[in-house]
């Protein structure tokens, strides 16, 4: 599976997984030269919170499928097709009821497959880069402060 990109399931429940609240964050770090949040993303499960997920079609079914353990709150986001906080999508997906309701194995084995996770590496890396970057331009000025004086 790929970031940013539209995936539909066996059931019908068209989504993608959403990486604009990250890339504005690397951007405002870009443009403020402040690390800010990005010191805080050590490994690719940090990356997750800075995950949406967006459901185009079908969010009438899962909601009713998975109506046992979807809150108040994300059931109006799916259905108004607004973003959902990654982690919270995943808990509609319980392994003991994959066998009744596809949605759950199917996204199961989306979120094993080796795209997913080659997706998480690479933007993982794009936060270090920028980090690295930021690091070295605010050295770069301090070494600069210090010839000064």
């Known amino acids: 599976m790929y970031l940013d990109k539209i995936y539909t399931l066996q059931t019908g429940v068209s989504f993608k997984i959403s990486t604009v609240a990250l890339q504005e964050m690397i951007a405002s770090a870009i443009n403020q030269r ?17 995950l949406s997920v967006i459901v185009y079609e079908g969010a009438e079914g899962l909601v ?6 979807v809150n108040q ?12 906080p990654f982690c ?6 319980w392994r003991n009821l994959d066998e009744i309701d596809p949605d759950g ?3 199961q084995k989306l979120l094993a497959s080796d795209q997913f996770h080659a997706q998480l590496t690479l933007l993982l890396h794009k936060v270090r880069i920028t980090e690295r970057n930021l690091q070295q331009y605010q050295h770069t000025l301090s070494d600069m402060n210090l010839e000064l004086v």
């Open 34 to 50: 402040r690390l800010s949040e990005l010191e805080n993303i050590h490994a690719i499960a940090d990356l997750y919170v800075y």
């Open 64 to 69: 009713k499928r998975r109506q046992q353990w």
């Open 73 to 84: 709150k994300t059931k109006m986001a799916l259905i108004a097709q607004q973003p959902v």
């Open 88 to 93: 919270n999508f995943c808990n509609l997906f």
């Open 105 to 107: 194995d199917e996204w």
